[in-house]
């Protein structure tokens, strides 16, 4: 199984840029690497995917090595209201798993003013 | 499209008795995912569908788990004889056709056994 591996916390303050890094060693060929977003008392929300270099939108950038080992979610700016747990995840396709997302514990970030 | 919605978002029950939970998922997206959350940890594949067919079960899912999805619109998972160990978050996902697609996430639905 793909597992990832990424710090349990992370603190920032409003206005900087934050950068999330995850480790995913034995990540498969096919496989594309995932970042949620999830709030207390709610479901996780898609951020990002990709699956080598560089992958940008309207919320987030993410950086992927040429190894693919590890990935790096970079939230620009961020803002009190971007506390939340962040998942990394790589897609598991192995022992039949059509797609069931592997998450591990995630990364609560903590914004302050 | 109203995003993926979860009834009901609480339920208290008492240890033994039985729940059931719905989720409707996004208009016309084929795949539609279970999943439990625990306290401080990410979310654990419980079982998936495609259309109305039940594709795979993760082990968590004990004999006292179901889940359906008839007709391949809303589905439901009820717990039969809840035990305290079953207090979760319980989370409904659904994408619009295979496991590349991303996943859309309801609000869940919290169950507290005492």
């Known amino acids: 199984l793909a597992k990832t591996t990424q710090p349990i916390s992370m603190d920032s303050y409003e206005g900087q840029e934050v950068n999330i890094t995850c480790s995913h060693n034995?990540?498969?060929?096919?496989?594309?690497i995932t970042w949620y977003q999830q709030f207390p008392s709610q479901g996780p929300r898609f951020i990002i995917q990709?699956?080598?270099t560089k992958v940008t939108n309207e919320v987030a950038s993410l950086f992927i090595p040429a190894d693919r080992k590890s990935s790096t979610l970079s939230l620009p700016r961020v803002s009190l209201s971007d506390t939340a747990v962040y998942y990394c995840?790589?897609?598991?396709?192995?022992?039949?798993?059509?797609?069931?997302?592997?998450f591990g514990k995630g990364t609560k970030l903590s914004v302050k003013p | 499209d109203t995003g993926v919605s979860q009834n009901p978002r609480h339920k208290i029950t008492k240890r033994g008795q039985n729940v059931t939970f719905r989720c409707d998922p996004i208009?016309?997206?084929?795949?539609l995912y279970w999943y439990r959350q625990t306290l401080g940890q990410g979310p654990e594949f419980l079982t998936y569908?495609?259309?109305?067919?039940?594709?795979?079960k993760s082990r968590l899912l004990s004999d006292r788990f179901s889940a359906e999805r008839p007709k391949g619109s809303f589905s439901t998972l009820e717990i039969q004889r809840t035990e305290q160990g079953d207090s979760a978050m319980y989370l409904c996902?659904?994408?619009?056709?295979?496991?590349?697609?991303?996943?859309?996430f309801g609000p869940g639905t919290r169950l507290t056994v005492l």
């Open positions: 996902a659904s994408s619009p056709r295979d496991y590349s697609d991303t996943q859309y």
């Open positions: 034995n990540i498969a060929t096919n496989d594309y």
């Open positions: 990709g699956y080598k």
């Open positions: 995840l790589v897609g598991d396709e192995e022992g039949g798993s059509q797609g069931n997302l592997i």
């Open positions: 208009s016309e997206h084929n795949r």
């Open positions: 569908f495609q259309n109305e067919a039940q594709l795979e």
